[in-house]
C-alpha cells in the first residue's frame, strides 16, 4: 500500500534562510507527486508537481522540488524564506499502477518563519 | 476568479441538527471529492463524484451523504452532527480520475455545539 511519510512535523526558519522541508513515499509503481500549500483557515493551494520528465520542478513563490526515485523521496525547497511562506506544507501521492484515483497525504510539516 | 467555491466558510450547529455544506466549480470538471480535514491533520478522503457515479470510502461514516444534482455542485450533508464532526470540509475537483491535479475549495469550518 501506498504511503506518504513527512518526517517533520514543524519546521522553524529565519527569514531569508533556506528551507528544505523532506517528503519520501513508499509505493511499487510510478506515481505522480505533489506538494500543497495551506494558509491557516484556508484550502489547500497546489505549488508544483512531479508528473514525468525532468526530476527537478519549478512550482510557484519560489519553491522547487526534486524528485529522486532510488530514494523514493520528493523533497521541498526554497532558497530564502519570507514570513509570508509561514503555512502548513503537505505532500501527496496519487498511484498510477492500481487505477486509483486518490490522493494520498503525509501529516503536514508546519512551516514557521521567522523575523 | 474563483474556481472551486464553498459555502459557508464557517457553520455552526446543534448537536445532532442535520448541515449541509455547499460546493460549486466553474472549472467543468469530471470529479468532485469531499475531504475532511481535523486540525493538525492530513485531509481523509469522504468520497468522491466521477460524473454522477458516486464513490464512497469504506471508512466514510453513514452519517455523511452527499449529492450531486449536476456537473458544478456537489453537497455533503451530515444527517446527525457528532462532536467529533467538527472539522473543515474541503471540496476538490480533478478534470478526470488518475493523476490530474485536483484543485481545492477554501474549504468550510464546521462547529458542533
Known amino acids: 500500500a501506498q504511503s506518504v511519510t513527512q518526517l517533520d512535523s514543524q519546521v522553524p526558519v529565519f527569514e531569508e534562510a533556506p528551507v528544505e522541508l523532506r517528503c519520501n513515499y513508499s509505493?511499487?509503481?510510478?506515481?505522480?507527486l505533489f506538494w500543497y500549500v495551506q494558509y491557516p483557515n484556508q484550502g489547500l493551494q497546489l505549488l508544483l508537481k512531479y508528473l514525468s520528465g525532468s526530476t527537478l520542478v519549478k512550482g510557484i513563490n519560489g519553491f522547487e522540488a526534486e524528485f529522486n526515485k532510488s530514494q523514493t523521496s520528493f523533497h521541498l525547497r526554497k532558497p530564502s524564506v519570507h514570513i509570508s511562506d509561514t503555512a502548513e506544507y503537505f505532500c501527496a501521492v496519487s498511484d498510477l499502477g492500481s487505477g486509483t484515483y486518490k490522493y494520498i497525504f503525509g501529516t503536514g510539516t508546519r512551516l514557521k518563519v521567522l523575523a | 476568479d474563483a474556481m472551486v467555491i464553498q459555502n459557508p466558510r464557517y457553520q455552526v450547529t446543534q448537536f445532532g441538527k442535520p448541515v449541509t455544506l455547499s460546493c460549486s466549480q466553474t472549472l467543468n470538471h469530471n470529479v468532485m471529492y469531499w475531504y475532511q480535514q481535523k486540525s493538525s491533520q492530513a485531509p481523509k478522503l469522504l468520497f468522491h463524484y466521477y460524473d454522477k457515479d458516486f464513490n464512497n470510502e469504506a471508512d466514510t461514516p453513514d452519517n455523511f451523504q452527499s449529492r450531486r444534482p449536476n456537473t458544478s455542485f456537489c453537497f455533503l450533508d451530515i444527517r446527525s452532527p457528532g462532536l467529533g464532526d467538527a472539522a473543515m470540509y474541503l471540496c476538490a475537483t480533478s478534470r478526470d480520475r488518475g493523476s490530474e491535479t485536483q484543485y481545492f475549495g477554501p474549504g468550510t469550518r464546521l462547529l458542533v455545539l
Open positions: 509505493s511499487s509503481v510510478s506515481v505522480y
